[in-house]
């Protein structure tokens, strides 16, 4: 069983910054960060393998967000800059199964952590 806690979120403006942060119970093949807008499915917003480097960039976040893993055993960070009012959403952080090889695909995260609010005003 992983088991996977998010923090950091918050109330901002356009234009500003938040870091989330998601501790996993233990390593997994990839971590994710998924989001879910009020009245939108959850889509993806990155990805990183178990080493840290990058798996994944949804478009609309490109240039604006970096998903990291931290000195910590076990976490991973995503850096949000330049947000704007669409990036409001309950954001997720997801993990694979223990066992997972090979390429990670949206049905591949099983584990899932409660969630933490991202509201950002105009």
């Known amino acids: 069983q992983v088991q996977l806690q998010e923090s950091g979120g918050g109330s901002v403006q356009a234009g500003e910054s938040l870091r989330l942060s998601c501790k996993a119970s233990?390593?997994?093949?990839?971590m994710a960060w998924f989001r879910q807008a009020s009245g939108k499915e959850r889509e993806a917003v990155a990805a990183?393998?178990?080493?840290?480097?990058?798996?994944y960039y949804t478009n609309s976040v490109k240039g604006r967000f970096t998903a990291s893993q931290d000195n910590a055993k076990n976490t991973m960070n995503l850096q949000m800059d330049s947000l704007k009012p669409e990036d409001t959403a309950m954001y997720y952080c997801?993990?694979?199964?223990?066992?997972?090889?090979?390429?990670?695909?949206?049905?591949?995260?099983?584990?899932w952590g409660q969630g933490t609010q991202v509201t950002v005003s105009s």
């Open positions: 233990r390593s997994t093949r990839c």
């Open positions: 997801a993990a694979v199964r223990e066992d997972h090889r090979g390429p990670c695909y949206r049905n591949d995260y099983v584990h």
């Open positions: 990183i393998y178990s080493d840290g480097s990058p798996a």
